[in-house]
């Protein structure tokens, strides 16, 4: 199994600042890496996928970049809306599928 | 985008079996992979198995021995049975649907299940 390792597990930023995220495996997964976020009460949404493409209807200020073992999402000026907590999840080597303990990104 | 809705009992005893359904509505279940997914309260995510329109299946290892899965086609349904539940199964229960085995396109709006006396 894959595990993935996300860091930090809380980062405070400030509306408008820049968020960087990073996410780790245990194991090369190629470029086959998602993002998602979650806020509270909600179901999980997927962001981006293919370590770096964007799904249909993110704004631009995601991005998504890394391959092999390594991978960064950055929300390049935190909007209100962007305070949740983000999860990677790799789909190169399954079952399982296997996600990120998560990273919360919240108000500084 | 399709829709997912679970539905089942929110309080399941210990050592009984957990049963959940997924309806999936504005588009066909013939079209899509079709998972399960569960987060305990306050915790990660972890994918528990999938199934295919055609039957096919696919489960985490680390619960393949509790875990069945099946579709109902006529009614735009698939389910999740987990057996021997203990209180480490207490989470919320998510369905998902993808296109491909890969990401997870549309989620659920989840459903806690908690496992008491």
């Known amino acids: 199994e894959i595990v993935m390792t996300q860091s930090p597990a809380t980062l405070s930023v400030s509306p408008g600042e820049r968020a960087t995220l990073s996410c780790r495996a245990s194991?090369?997964?190629?470029?086959?890496l998602a993002w998602y976020q979650q806020k509270p009460g909600q179901a999980p949404r997927l962001l981006i996928y293919?370590?770096?493409t964007r799904a249909t209807g993110i704004p631009a200020r995601f991005s998504g970049s890394g391959s092999g073992t390594d991978f960064t999402l950055t929300i390049s000026s935190l909007q209100s809306e962007d305070f949740a907590i983000y999860y990677c999840?790799?789909?190169?080597?399954?079952?399982?599928?296997?996600f990120g303990q998560g990273t919360k990104v919240e108000i500084k | 985008q399709v829709q997912l809705q679970e539905s089942g009992p929110g309080l399941v005893k210990p050592s009984e079996t957990l049963s959940l359904t997924c309806t999936v509505s504005g588009g066909s279940i013939s079209s899509n992979y079709w998972s399960w997914i569960r987060q305990p309260p306050g915790k990660g995510l972890e994918w528990i198995g999938y199934?295919?329109?055609?039957?096919?299946?696919s489960q985490n290892p680390s619960l393949k021995s509790r875990v069945t899965m099946s579709i109902d086609k006529s009614k735009n349904q698939f389910s999740l049975k987990l057996t021997s539940v203990t209180a480490a199964d207490t989470a919320i229960y998510y369905c998902a649907g993808h296109f491909r085995l890969n990401w997870f396109d549309s989620w659920g709006q989840g459903t806690l299940v908690t496992v008491s006396s």
């Open positions: 194991q090369s997964v190629s470029s086959n």
């Open positions: 199934i295919y329109y055609s039957g096919s299946t």
């Open positions: 999840q790799q789909y190169n080597n399954w079952p399982p599928w296997t």
């Open positions: 293919g370590a770096s």
